[in-house]
């Protein structure tokens, strides 16, 4: 069965760098595009980034051009999102999920805060 | 920058009633690529309906999709107790994803 299952999530001070990463099992990942999404506590879902099946296209939403780096390694089955110069604004579950949204991780919590 | 906006924001019903949600683009969009997700608390969002009338894999019958250009609705027909919970609409576009702000479906 399709597993994602992320890490990397933690607490970190305004300005500082994080690295998500999520592991996929039960399909061939290489075949299918990624993205991540996140929301913030209490608050509704907001996609951050999509990849496609190549790894030649890439797409961020606007809250996180410039900050975040999404990536892939497909031997390792393994999806990624460097994230720097976080803000408050950046906390949230971060989820990773296959294709658009077809199955999802259980999500890592990140906490932007002094 | 395509925006989704749902409603209602809040939805008082019972169980064995139906459910109409609805979602409107501030735009035309393909319904080729209009999704519903449901979200129980503490749980990772589900896929209920993709193609705005194609339900995914394992979903009950009792939740249908519709619509077309800017409006979409998400019925179900007959609420069960595991069916209150955060609804999303999504649209996939080619460069850019967005969600509506949710409908909370509750008792």
């Known amino acids: 069965q399709v597993q994602l299952v992320e890490s990397g999530g933690g607490l970190v001070k305004p300005g500082g760098s994080l690295r998500l990463s999520c592991t996929a099992s039960?399909?061939?990942?290489?075949?299918?595009?990624m993205s991540w999404m996140r929301q913030a506590p209490g608050k509704g879902l907001e996609w951050v980034s999509h990849?496609?099946?190549?790894?030649?296209?890439?797409y961020y939403a606007d809250s996180v051009k410039g900050r975040f780096t999404i990536s892939t390694d497909n031997a390792k089955n393994s999806l990624y999102l460097q994230m720097h110069s976080l803000r408050a604004e950046d906390t949230a579950v971060y989820y990773c999920?296959?294709?658009?949204?077809?199955?999802w991780g259980q999500g890592t919590l990140v906490t932007v805060s002094s | 920058e395509i925006v989704l906006t749902q409603s209602p924001g809040t939805l008082s019903l019972s169980p064995g009633e139906r459910a109409t949600l609805s979602c409107r683009a501030s735009?035309?969009?393909?319904?080729?690529?209009v999704a519903w997700y449901q979200q129980r608390p503490g749980q990772a969002p589900r896929l209920l309906i993709y193609?705005?009338?194609y339900r995914a894999t394992g979903i009950s019958d009792r939740f249908s999709g519709s619509g077309s250009g800017t409006d979409f609705t998400l019925t179900i027909s007959r609420l069960e107790p595991e069916d209150f919970a955060m609804y999303y609409c999504?649209?996939?576009?080619?460069?850019?994803?967005?969600f509506g702000q949710g409908t909370r479906v509750q008792v």
């Open positions: 999920a296959r294709r658009d949204g077809d199955y």
């Open positions: 039960g399909f061939t990942f290489s075949d299918h595009s």
């Open positions: 990849i496609n099946s190549g790894r030649n296209t890439i």
């Open positions: 735009q035309s969009v393909s319904s080729s690529y």
């Open positions: 193609g705005a009338s």
């Open positions: 999504q649209h996939y576009g080619a460069s850019f994803r967005t």
